[in-house]
């Protein structure tokens, strides 16, 4: 059942009792790989650059597992980088310590992010999918306000082993983008990652909403791009990008991120209405 959020503007969003509400904590390994992915290629920048290469993995779950996988992955963009996975439930914490080393800690919080330093990545997935989207805006303006500068904040959605991966990136002002990463053969249009998008759009699917219209947009030019499909699927996804980047949608990056399965959109062409 969605919990609704505890009001992240109170006097408790500092110290005090962590902002937010325990989640089922389902997860699996290899599940946030395509979002790891992202991080490690073209926004490795953001860590390379950073006075205190400090991340943060918000709501890791029932299992540390993909805190440890993005330690270890970002470890390969910055050997002295610092991943601090924060829970709510206390005993998953305590399950965790276990498995600290160094650059690698746990700690009981929230969306208050209590850690020293402020971190130049926050990662939160299947997260505020738990929650109601009034609460949405409140919780990105929270974490958001932790991030270093040029930080960034990712809040995404993703199915059980990670096929479907759909995510917004924020830096400290305002959504930046709105990115989808797909496994080729799990899908017969790309419109179905709708029921993994992220909680300030899963609801906006409907006739009118921007959302709406980028989703058709990407079936109508994946059916399109068809007759590529005899060289693979990669060729196809490819295919339908040029045709919604021709047809004036603001994508960003290109066919490196494309062959992964993958299209990043400017969010402001996305955004609620």
């Given at each position: 059942?969605?919990?609704?959020?505890?009001r992240?503007?109170?006097?408790?969003?500092?110290?005090?009792?962590?902002?937010?509400?325990?989640?089922?904590?389902?997860?699996?390994?290899n599940?946030m790989?395509?979002?790891?992915?992202?991080?490690?290629?073209?926004?490795?920048?953001?860590?390379?650059?950073?006075?205190?290469?400090?991340?943060?993995?918000?709501?890791?779950?029932?299992?540390?597992?993909?805190?440890?996988?993005?330690?270890?992955?970002?470890?390969?963009?910055?050997?002295?980088?610092?991943?601090?996975?924060?829970?709510?439930?206390?005993?998953?914490?305590?399950?965790?310590?276990?498995?600290?080393?160094?650059?690698?800690?746990?700690?009981?919080?929230?969306?208050?992010?209590p850690?020293?330093?402020?971190?130049?990545?926050?990662?939160?997935?299947?997260?505020?999918?738990?929650?109601?989207?009034a609460?949405?805006a409140?919780?990105?303006?929270?974490?958001?306000?932790?991030?270093?500068?040029?930080?960034?904040?990712?809040?995404?959605?993703?199915?059980?082993?990670?096929?479907?991966?759909?995510?917004?990136?924020?830096?400290?002002?305002?959504?930046?983008?709105?990115?989808?990463?797909?496994?080729?053969?799990?899908?017969?249009?790309?419109?179905?990652?709708?029921?993994?998008?992220?909680?300030?759009?899963?609801?906006?699917?409907?006739p009118?909403?921007?959302?709406?219209?980028?989703?058709?947009?990407?079936?109508?030019?994946?059916?399109?791009?068809?007759?590529?499909?005899?060289?693979?699927?990669?060729?196809?996804?490819?295919?339908?990008?040029?045709?919604?980047?021709?047809?004036?949608?603001?994508?960003?990056?290109?066919?490196?991120?494309?062959?992964?399965?993958?299209?990043?959109?400017a969010?402001?062409?996305?955004?609620?209405?």
């Amino acid at each position: 059942m969605v919990q609704k959020a505890e009001r992240v503007g109170s006097p408790r969003s500092r110290g005090g009792k962590p902002v937010g509400n325990i989640t089922r904590g389902t997860t699996n390994p290899n599940r946030m790989r395509r979002l790891d992915r992202w991080l490690a290629g073209p926004q490795a920048w953001r860590l390379r650059s950073a006075v205190d290469p400090l991340v943060v993995d918000l709501g890791y779950g029932a299992s540390p597992t993909t805190a440890v996988e993005l330690f270890e992955r970002l470890q390969a963009v910055r050997a002295d980088v610092r991943v601090c996975g924060i829970e709510i439930e206390p005993e998953r914490v305590r399950t965790a310590k276990a498995l600290e080393r160094p650059g690698l800690s746990f700690h009981v919080g929230g969306f208050e992010v209590p850690v020293q330093g402020d971190p130049v990545l926050v990662r939160a997935f299947n997260v505020l999918r738990q929650y109601e989207e009034a609460d949405v805006a409140g919780i990105w303006g929270l974490v958001q306000s932790r991030l270093a500068p040029g930080g960034l904040f990712i809040d995404g959605t993703c199915d059980e082993i990670g096929r479907r991966v759909t995510w917004v990136a924020l830096d400290s002002e305002r959504p930046l983008s709105l990115s989808f990463s797909v496994r080729f053969g799990s899908f017969e249009l790309p419109s179905e990652v709708a029921e993994r998008l992220p909680k300030a759009l899963i609801h906006r699917n409907v006739p009118g909403e921007p959302i709406h219209a980028f989703l058709q947009a990407m079936d109508k030019a994946w059916l399109e791009a068809a007759p590529l499909a005899s060289f693979g699927n990669r060729q196809r996804w490819t295919g339908m990008c040029k045709s919604l980047r021709d047809a004036g949608w603001p994508l960003q990056g290109g066919a490196s991120r494309w062959r992964l399965g993958e299209v990043t959109v400017a969010w402001e062409a996305v955004a609620p209405r």
